[in-house]
């Protein structure tokens, strides 16, 4: 149990991840201000934070997590609803924590269409800069975008007038400390320990265990897609240099290397759309893909991106991606078309 109900995974966050990521959605969505990154690293400020758990759903790598987010526990409570919603300050924090993996799991587990109720989002303090009730919707259509891709015909609904009547005077701060203040004490955002293994997000593979128990009604589908938490991926073997960065830095494990260290796998079920491979890559090798299959998602396959033919440099004897020619790695090449002059003998030059 953390102290706070807001609880932060330093190690997950992208910018620990890549320092020149440029990820900072956290720090625009935040209504209070509690967010900064200093000297490239995010940091809180505890007396801001109010534990809304907006950040939490905005979160690619699922740094921050909400203790009243269990997912299947959420599952369990919609069951017992006669008209399963989900509203905030009921036990559940801004319903900006849920992000659109979230919702669209959360609608398979239930085999129902869900509905989130925001009708008090429109006076609410957390939305006085109008970000977080567009977040929220944004969440809800990509949900929606993602079952229709799926082949599903259950939704994320959105009823705006169910709870017009909340009280808006109570100030949401005292309103997050309270639900919290009978067990939890006031201290600094929970803060995990270091763990240097490659980290799946929890909602992903809840997300996945859905797909996964439905098998047999996923579409066979690999149509173009636009989905910020997951992408395609495709390597241009002409133009990799097996310098393997991709995989190195992939925070989820995503990209991987073949056992032979001669090529990179690739796994869509893991892939946060992130881009860290796409901004470490010099060469411009790897890119987006177009789309990618459900099953393969659901089911996490994996498939080899670019495999190279290793041969050793005729100059320092160092295994390269050799693509024909001459035995010289890139190196030695560029070395000797720019420093070849430098060591001809006088009696040559004449």
Do not use: W
Not at 165 to 176: T, W, Y
């Amino acid at each position: 149990m953390s102290e706070r109900a807001l609880i932060f995974d330093y190690n997950a966050c992208l910018r620990s991840e890549y320092a020149k990521n440029g990820c900072d959605i956290c720090v625009d969505l935040c209504p209070e201000k509690a967010m900064v990154f200093d000297r490239n690293l995010l940091r809180l400020d505890a007396e801001r934070c109010t534990d809304c758990g907006a950040c939490a759903g905005s979160c690619p790598s699922e740094a921050f997590g909400h203790e009243a987010l269990d997912l299947p526990a959420l599952v369990d409570r919609l069951a017992r609803q006669k008209e399963p919603a989900l509203m905030c300050g009921e036990g559940l924090p801004c319903l900006a924590v849920f992000s659109s993996e979230a919702l669209a799991a959360l609608a398979l587990k239930r085999d129902k269409d869900v509905a989130l109720r925001l009708g008090g989002c429109f006076s609410c303090a957390l939305n006085r800069e109008g970000k977080v009730l567009p977040a929220i919707e944004e969440a809800v259509a990509e949900a929606n975008r993602f079952l229709a891709f799926a082949g599903f015909s259950v939704r994320v609904r959105v009823d705006k007038s169910a709870n017009e009547a909340e009280p808006k005077e109570v100030s949401r701060r005292d309103l997050f400390k309270g639900l919290i203040a009978k067990r939890l004490a006031k201290s600094e955002p929970s803060v995990s320990p270091v763990n240097e293994q490659k980290r799946i997000p929890p909602r992903r593979l809840f997300l996945q265990q859905a797909l996964k128990e439905r098998a047999e009604q996923l579409a066979q589908t690999k149509g173009r897609t636009d989905f910020s938490f997951v992408t395609g991926k495709y390597i241009d073997s002409g133009l990799c240099d097996n310098c393997r960065e991709c995989a190195m830095f992939c925070p989820t494990g995503a990209l991987t290397l073949t056992s032979g260290n001669d090529g990179i796998i690739f796994q869509v079920g893991k892939c946060i759309h992130c881009g860290i491979c796409n901004d470490v890559c010099r060469p411009r090798a790897i890119g987006d893909s177009d789309g990618f299959d459900m099953v393969t998602f659901a089911f996490d396959r994996a498939e080899v991106l670019v495999r190279h033919r290793l041969e050793i440099c005729e100059e320092c004897k160092v295994a390269f991606p050799y693509k024909g020619g001459e035995k010289l790695c890139g190196r030695c090449r560029d070395f000797k078309a720019n420093f070849s002059d430098l060591f001809t003998l006088a009696k040559d030059m004449a």
